[in-house]
């Protein structure tokens, strides 16, 4: 079955447009893109709003060849202009990149 993550990825809106003219270029990046469980703001619903794109329980591994083109996308913008996340399965297994300062975060907190 393998190694599961939740990923996440919050652009803005420019980096969003750049991606949206990206992926008709790289058929591994409009895949990933594709898989996206959620798409936050992809459409022009809030034309001024960030965009998020997330995936639940994938194998999230570099040598992927959609997971790299994800990942080269990213180190091609600006860090100030997005946010990724992703968590493992794994308590401490966390991954952060990017310094957006938008609506995506990791949050934790006791329950009972």
């Not at 969003?16 to 990046?29: G, H, R, S």
Request: net charge negative; charged share 35%.
């Amino acid at each position: 079955m393998g190694y599961r993550s939740q990923v996440a990825i919050e652009l803005e809106v420019k980096e969003k447009e750049i991606l949206k003219t990206a992926i008709k270029y790289d058929e591994n990046l409009k895949e990933i893109v594709d898989w996206a469980d959620t798409k936050d703001n992809w459409d022009k619903k809030h034309p001024d709003l960030s965009c998020i794109l997330s995936w639940e329980f994938i194998k999230w591994y570099e040598g992927n060849a959609y997971i790299d083109a994800m990942m080269s996308f990213l180190s091609h913008i600006d860090g100030e202009s997005y946010k990724f996340i992703r968590m493992g399965e794994d308590f401490d297994d966390v991954e952060v990149s990017g310094c957006l300062w938008g609506r995506l975060d990791i949050t934790r907190e006791l329950q009972w």
